[in-house]
């Protein structure tokens, strides 16, 4: 594992993989099973030298649709279980989520956004695919979704992802876009405990009993039970895991002064860079403006918004889509106002943009 003091210049797809590595340590062995994909192929590419070289396997599908069940297996066989992709790719993976989430397998999706939809743009960034991370699978599951907007955090935040969905057993997706998949920071590789393995969880293939199935179950023996109270126990036990601790896993960071702000911007990924900026010129010339920057998506601030939401005021939702994340900002805010500032891709907004929404809503 790297040392606490190295730096390196590294793109955020690269970061993926020093985060996986952290999270395995010298013990755990990771399997990353995917299909290339633009912007995500740097990963895999990473992946498929370093991964081999620390004991893991590195496997490249036929599709998509191969490499979300391949790692679904794998994570039930004690791994640290990863694949990658982008946009049409993540699409395909739809039904891959809904059976990891129900065998209770600890997945771990990188999806690096494009712009879309269908091809769309491969080489350009977007944020459109925040919605299908939600809710992109038939029936209810637990979700977990993080959105790094740094080079060094796309590595601590993949780290957390190998953390939660061992501690969950549900998949975990990790949010970056193009331009975070690409762009080179210099970072520091930190000292991190390898992630453990929970001794009580039966690990396939270490001579246990064991069946899994994507069909409605019993929770004892996982054996088939189809019937609408087997159902109901066992889909409201999959929601519990992350909704008991939805408080816990809600993550964000705010800039600028909250409590007095006539504007607050919500954002997330790489569009919160050039907003960050923008509210700093701002503040400087006493505007009372100020930024939330959401790093989990999923489960969302619920409770944090609402605090927000004392008088009236603007909340601005900027993001490189059609106002996605705008819509479940009008769900908990009654007293302010909700705006999107959005681009359907390709590009973030430039400070001047984000000054020009924010000056027709100051005093």
């Known amino acids: 594992m790297s ?3 190295q730096r390196r210049l590294m793109t955020g797809n690269d970061a993926v993989v020093e985060g996986l590595c952290c999270a395995a340590g ?3 062995r990771i399997v990353y099973a995917g299909y290339p994909i633009t912007p995500a192929s740097e990963i895999a590419t990473r992946a498929s030298v370093i991964v081999p070289r620390r004991g893991g396997a590195f496997i490249q599908m036929e599709d998509e649709i191969g490499s979300i069940q391949a790692v679904a297996g794998a994570g039930l066989a004690g791994a640290i279980a990863v694949t990658a992709t982008s946009g049409p790719g993540f699409s395909l993976m ?3 989520f809904g059976f990891a989430a129900m065998i209770e397998s600890p997945v771990i999706c990188i999806n690096v ?8 743009m491969p080489t350009w960034m977007g944020q459109g695919d925040m919605m299908q991370a939600r ?3 038939h029936g209810d599951r637990p979700v977990i979704v993080l959105v790094p907007n740094s ?5 601590l935040l993949t780290y957390d992802a190998c953390k939660l969905s061992q501690k969950y057993l549900v998949p975990v997706v990790l949010m970056l876009d193009e331009i975070i998949g690409h762009m080179e920071e210099p970072i520091t590789i930190p000292e991190l405990p390898p992630v453990p393995q929970d001794p009580d969880i039966q690990i396939m293939g270490q001579g246990h009993r064991f069946h899994r199935t994507g069909l409605t179950h019993d929770l004892e023996r996982h054996l088939p039970r189809i019937n609408p109270d087997s159902q109901e126990k066992l889909v409201r036990y999959l929601l519990d895991k992350v909704k008991k601790d939805a408080r816990k896993l809600v993550r964000y960071e705010t800039f600028g002064a909250i409590k ?3 504007v607050i911007i919500i ?3 790489s569009e919160s860079r050039s907003v960050r900026a923008a509210v700093k010129k701002a503040r400087r010339k006493k505007v009372k403006v100020a930024m939330v920057r959401l790093i989990a998506a999923w489960p969302f601030p619920v409770d944090f918004i609402r605090k927000l939401d004392t008088k009236k005021r603007v909340f601005l939702v900027a993001e490189i889509n059609a106002g996605q994340m705008k819509i479940e900002v009008e769900r908990y805010v009654k007293k302010g106002t909700v705006q999107g500032l959005n681009l359907m891709g390709g590009r973030i907004h430039t400070p001047g943009e984000v000054l020009e929404a924010i000056y027709p809503n100051v005093a």
């Open 3 to 5: 040392t606490a003091t």
């Open 26 to 28: 010298d013990k755990r």
């Open 94 to 96: 739809s039904e891959g």
């Open 113 to 120: 956004q494009r712009g879309g939809p269908s091809t769309g």
């Open 135 to 137: 809710w992109g699978t």
């Open 151 to 155: 080079v060094q955090e796309t590595l």
């Open 260 to 262: 007095d702000a006539e």
């Open 267 to 269: 954002c997330y990924g």
